[in-house]
């Protein structure tokens, strides 16, 4: 009851006029900043902190956590409208979003995403405050092994989204599992696929790869089959969900937040994961199988809302251990040091106003950006209406603003476009593009975190198995790999008993 | 008219996001110690040490009233090597500095970029901080000779956790004491992890043997009982941890600080350095930085021009010994 306390205090902090405009400030500009791709919620936060250093900490950190939060929700609008995502979180939600507002469903795909963030982000807030302390203590006993297993089922989840040819799917992936492999081996220092060139050391960001494999490829796409096809305006259609629409979504969007959460509040999680497992698990629970690809709603529903419930869970990190799990939790964590507060085990004790008013106004902000997002999604889907020529010249224009914003080097540019090149030439051969940004974000950790738990063990196969939680995961992927196979030989034995019964009756 | 909302939208965001770079980087008059339109470059990410000490020094400059204002950028990537690279590329630009720190000495090195540091201005060292040796509450190593002994009996055994790439800070500080201890540096078990959190994780955890990293960083973990000290790494104890012995005072000679400054492009005329010296030293000697220094946990290492050049190239050799040591 203590926490239920605390947090109606909290209210009582972030409900003054001011910290509601604060709130509010930040939801605006981190929608804006989602919206514009390449720029991150982690580099806006960094550009603000010294505009902020006027206020008072709490009126701040609400602030910030508008922008956090507010970034989320504006990612997925390019992502779905221009099929450009502005950051890594929003990267699946191009997968069925922008299907569906090329078939004229944009404003649907966009309150779906909305709302789906809206959900994500009150069970997530709500976990929080509710298990605040015991989650961050589960965090610490994640280690390297453990990642490696949550790897390796992310890994064979993700063959359910290869498409219909595997072969296909699986080239798609290695081309991801390559370009993941450029840049410094982070255990060793050694260079890789870099051609001796310094920019390319740190990789290649996972947005610039998402933006050139969606949106350039497709711009090129597009490009050279214009000229056979006349250009008919993209529909837009109703601009609200229908009752069929909700029937769908309410349960991917209730789930996300259960597999979003978790991975946000682990030191390695981040929000790209468990936007992908929210994906091919709404895939596999979907009635309507036959839609994905073409723009089923439930794939935006339920990434979108682990997307935000994994916001939510960095909080928690962060807040209790002082552990910092994504770079925007890094830099409101600068920040904090910047007021001389250091969240840790005594912030909680120590900053109860700060800590139980940014937590209220999470709830706060939420509110305001549903009732920001959600009257412009029809507007939103309007951009459509532009005739296609220029609708992509200015998809390109701003891709090259996002993968330029990224690093601000003039390189990114032509790796963006190099990656375009590939995008077109993997829809002229019919490569899917997921599992290949799949293999960028997948690749690189899940080598990590084997190689690292290789060096703690001192180099001991066991090493990869000697936690409970790991060979738990290893259960379940072996459960799931051998489901197919026991239901066919369930399947047969049944058949086979069936077929002697039938034999018996005729026998006798 | 359809699309006046989205498209006003776009133009504010865009207004919001381009307009405090564009309006810090307007004009001033180039009298006394001012310099119009002074950039800094920070050539790791936003939150980041060098970030943040840049950020700091931008605004307490600007309210102290040495600048209208100085523009903070970032260009991350190879450990600040490519910002370094981009730096000297600048030639005879006395408008830009670039925040670094020991972490780009070593960087520069371990990945063999054409361009050093020998190839800057020097402008000033600022801040140091020392290294702590810590590992969690309840791990079995108690005082530093206990984790020594273990360490030196199994080095692969006893992992070390850093937070920075080899060649980095955090790297460097356990490969000088296991030479100090006796131990081989190529066997010491040294796993780097990104930034600070995933590495606490790993020590509280008692995934490692035990951690290495900047004293500031987990203070509040160590007062909170967390996280154990079981040395300092500098030549002195740490006022905040005053019952924490170095490692010297252990037996184990090693002296090392972390320490973070300001270099100018190349080719600038005496009067550009002497002027992007000046700066530093009203930097040094304002209120402002005094207030931030302390609130951030920084000690004073001010060491400014022709000194700050020969304290790099000291830095610079101890930094090739250790790797060439270690074959990198």
């Given at each position: 009851m203590n926490a239920l306390d605390s947090l109606l205090n909290g209210f009582g902090t972030a409900l003054t006029p001011v910290n509601v405009l604060w709130a509010a400030v930040g939801v605006l500009l981190g929608t804006a900043i989602g919206v514009l791709?390449?720029?991150?919620p982690a580099m806006a936060v960094a550009l603000l902190l010294p505009v902020t250093y006027g206020l008072d900490p709490v009126a701040a950190f609400i602030m910030f956590a508008g922008i956090y939060y507010g970034a989320m929700f504006g990612g997925s609008t390019t992502s779905i409208?221009?099929?450009?995502?502005?950051?890594?979180?929003?990267?699946?939600?191009?997968?069925?979003g922008h299907p569906m507002a090329k078939a004229g469903r944009g404003a649907q795909a966009l309150a779906a995403a909305a709302i789906g963030h809206f959900t994500g982000g009150m069970v997530g807030t709500i976990l929080l405050v509710a298990l605040a302390p015991t989650v961050a203590h589960l965090a610490v006993d994640i280690g390297a092994p453990d990642y490696f297993a949550i790897m390796v089922l992310a890994f064979i989840a993700v063959t359910s989204v290869l498409g219909s040819s595997r072969i296909r799917g699986l080239a798609s992936l290695l081309i991801g599992l390559t370009i993941g492999l450029?840049?410094?081996?982070?255990?060793?220092?050694q260079q890789r696929?870099?051609?001796?060139?310094l920019q390319l050391a740190d990789g290649v960001d996972v947005v610039i790869v998402a933006v050139g494999l969606f949106a350039i490829g497709e711009a090129l796409w597009v490009a050279a089959h214009l000229r056979r096809r006349p250009a008919d305006p993209i529909p837009v259609g109703r601009p609200w969900l229908g009752r069929g629409d909700v029937r769908r979504t309410w349960k991917p969007w209730l789930r996300g937040p259960f597999i979003g959460f978790p991975f946000g509040a682990i030191?390695?999680?981040?929000a790209e994961i468990p936007t992908f497992l929210s994906y091919v698990t709404e895939k596999r629970l979907s009635?309507?199988?036959?839609?994905w690809g073409k723009g089923a709603i439930e794939g935006v529903a339920g990434p979108e809302s682990a997307a935000s419930a994994s916001a939510a869970g960095t909080l928690v990190s962060m807040l209790?251990?002082?552990?910092?799990?994504?770079a925007v939790a890094a830099v409101m964590l600068a920040a904090f040091q910047q007021y001389g507060i250091q969240p840790g085990p005594l912030l909680f004790d120590r900053e109860p106003e700060l800590v139980w008013g940014l937590i209220a106004s999470l709830f706060v902000g939420m509110v305001l950006l549903l009732a920001l997002n959600l009257p412009l999604a029809p507007v939103w889907a309007?951009?459509?209406?532009?005739?296609r020529p220029y609708l992509y010249a200015g998809i390109m224009f701003f891709a090259a603003i996002g993968a330029y914003a990224?690093?601000?080097?003039?390189i990114d540019l032509v790796i963006l476009l190099v990656i375009g090149l590939i995008g077109f030439g993997m829809r002229r051969y019919g490569l899917p593009v997921l599992p290949a940004v799949i293999g960028v974000v997948l690749g690189p950790n899940a080598e990590q975190q084997m190689r690292r738990a290789l060096q703690i063990s001192d180099g001991a196969v066991t090493g990869l198995v000697n936690t409970p939680f790991a060979v738990t995961v290893y259960a379940v992927i072996a459960l799931m790999l051998a489901a197919p196979g026991l239901r066919r030989l369930a399947g047969a034995v049944r058949g086979r008993r069936r077929e002697s019964r039938r034999e018996g009756g005729a026998d006798a | 008219m359809r699309l006046r909302t989205p498209l006003a939208l776009l133009g504010a965001a865009v207004l919001v996001l381009a307009g405090p770079p564009l309006l810090s980087a307007g004009s001033d008059e180039d009298t006394g110690t001012r310099i119009p339109g002074l950039r800094l470059m920070v050539?790791?990410?936003?939150?980041?040490g060098y970030d943040i000490t840049a950020r700091t020094a931008a605004k307490d400059a600007k309210e102290a009233g040495l600048t209208h204002g100085i523009e903070v950028f970032n260009l991350p990537g190879a450990g600040g090597t490519v910002g370094l690279s981009r730096l000297v590329s600048?030639?005879?630009?006395?408008r830009l500095a670039m925040s670094m720190g020991l972490g780009v000495v070593g960087a520069a090195r371990s990945n063999h970029?054409?361009?050093?540091?020998?190839?800057t201005t020097p402008i000033a060292r600022l801040t140091e901080e020392q290294d702590v040796v810590v590992v969690a509450?309840?791990?079995?190593?108690?005082t530093i000779d206990e984790l020594v002994g273990a360490w030196k009996e199994a080095p692969g055994k006893v992992p070390v956790g850093g937070?920075?790439?080899?060649?980095g800070p955090d790297h460097l500080a356990p490969m000088l004491m296991a030479r100090a201890a006796g131990?081989?540096?190529?066997s010491v078990n040294y796993i780097p992890f990104d930034g600070g959190g995933e590495l606490l994780a790993s020590i509280l955890g008692n995934k490692v043997g035990f951690g290495v990293s900047g004293?500031?960083?987990y203070l509040d973990q160590i007062r909170a009982g967390e996280l154990r000290v079981l040395?300092?790494?500098?030549?002195e104890r740490v006022p905040d941890l005053a019952d924490v012995p170095t490692l010297r005072e252990s037996g184990y000679d090693v002296d090392f600080t972390n320490w973070r400054g300001l270099v100018a492009p190349p080719g600038l005329s005496d009067a550009e350095r002497g002027k992007l010296i000046r700066f530093a030293e009203e930097l040094h000697d304002s209120p402002e930085w005094r207030r931030s220094m302390e609130r951030n946990g920084w000690d004073d290492a001010f060491l400014p021009g022709e000194e700050f050049g020969a304290f790099l190239k000291a830095e610079d050799r101890r930094v090739v010994s250790v790797l060439k040591e270690l074959g990198l």
């Open positions: 791709p390449g720029i991150g409208l221009l099929n450009t995502p502005g950051e890594s979180a929003a990267v699946v939600a191009a997968m069925e450029v840049g410094l081996d982070q255990m060793t220092g696929l870099t051609f001796g060139a030191p390695a999680g981040g009635r309507h199988k036959d839609e209790t251990l002082g552990l910092p799990t994504t309007k951009l459509l209406r532009i005739p990224v690093g601000g080097e003039p | 050539p790791n990410t936003p939150g980041g600048e030639h005879g630009n006395g970029a054409p361009k050093t540091l020998a190839d509450r309840n791990s079995p190593y108690r937070g920075s790439s080899p060649g131990i081989t540096p190529g004293v500031g960083e040395a300092v790494t500098g030549p």
